[in-house]
């Protein structure tokens, strides 16, 4: 088993910027592949980012690519994504995933693992 704690949500003005992190535990080997999702309310979990197991690769959802940044420590097991020129409809719950297999993965399905969630609030 693998067990992710995200930290570093909050509530920011539209242009600012935060950095989630997430951190692995239990059974690290299996967590290869990671990524990011997020939620609001009343719409669908959707991709965020991912990156590969050595972190050399990474791939971004449209609405995100040129504005967030994902990169991993594999030494401290912790996945960060970066969050600049936020805007409103960036406010959602974001979530970190993790899969047994080390490369890029967008599908939910392919995730084995999933963090808590921590909620980010973006206010014009």
């Known amino acids: 088993q693998v067990q992710l704690v995200e930290s570093g949500g909050g509530v920011v003005q539209a242009g600012d910027s935060l950095r989630l992190s997430c951190t692995a535990s239990?059974?690290?080997?299996?967590?290869?592949?990671m990524g990011w999702f997020r939620q609001a309310p009343g719409k669908e979990r959707e991709f965020v980012a991912t990156?590969?197991?050595?972190?050399?690769?990474?791939y971004y959802a449209d609405s995100v690519t040129g504005r967030f940044t994902t990169s991993r420590d594999n030494a401290k097991n912790t996945v960060y994504l970066e969050l600049n020129s936020l805007k409103p409809e960036d406010t959602a719950v974001y979530y970190c995933?993790?899969?047994?297999?080390?490369?890029?993965?967008?599908?939910?399905?392919?995730?084995?693992?999933w963090g808590q969630g921590t909620q980010v609030t973006v206010s014009s």
């Open positions: 990156i590969n197991r050595s972190g050399g690769n990474t």
């Open positions: 995933a993790a899969g047994r297999w080390p490369y890029l993965m967008t599908m939910r399905e392919e995730y084995d693992y």
């Open positions: 239990g059974r690290t080997s299996s967590a290869s592949g």
